[in-house]
């Protein structure tokens, strides 16, 4: 099934606010959405990388993108959890990152998912 506004709105996104960050263009928005899908599996691998490495530096530029990216297609808890990982890991909060991670990636992968569904 093709993105459209009222699928992005089914699976909860704040549609009309992230339309309006997109400066009121539908079709840019549907491909920040397609992209957002498509990316989240090397992003995730990537923050997982990082992790292992206790690279809390890498993780904090990274986590801060998917906290910009998550709140221009309107998935706000996506981007709160990010928000929380950034602000973590910018302190070098490894204890508060390790536990939090999971969350936050199991989130971010259900919504690509649903994006791409």
């Given at each position: ?67 910009s990216s998550s709140k221009m297609i ?20 490894l204890d508060f990152v390790q536990i ?18």
């Amino acid at each position: 099934p093709s993105l459209s506004l009222d699928k992005a709105r089914d699976i909860g996104l704040n549609v009309d606010a992230a339309v309006e960050y997109s400066c009121g263009e539908e079709e840019l928005y549907l491909d920040l959405l397609s992209d957002y899908a498509n990316g989240c599996e090397d992003k995730c691998k990537e923050l997982n990388s990082y992790l292992e490495k206790e690279d809390m530096k890498n993780y904090s530029i990274l986590i801060h993108s998917l906290k910009s990216s998550s709140k221009m297609i309107g998935a706000d808890m996506v981007s709160a959890l990010a928000k929380d990982l950034e602000d973590a890991s910018k302190k070098d909060d490894l204890d508060f990152v390790q536990i939090n991670h999971d969350n936050f990636i199991e989130s971010f992968k259900a919504l690509a998912a649903k994006i791409s569904g």
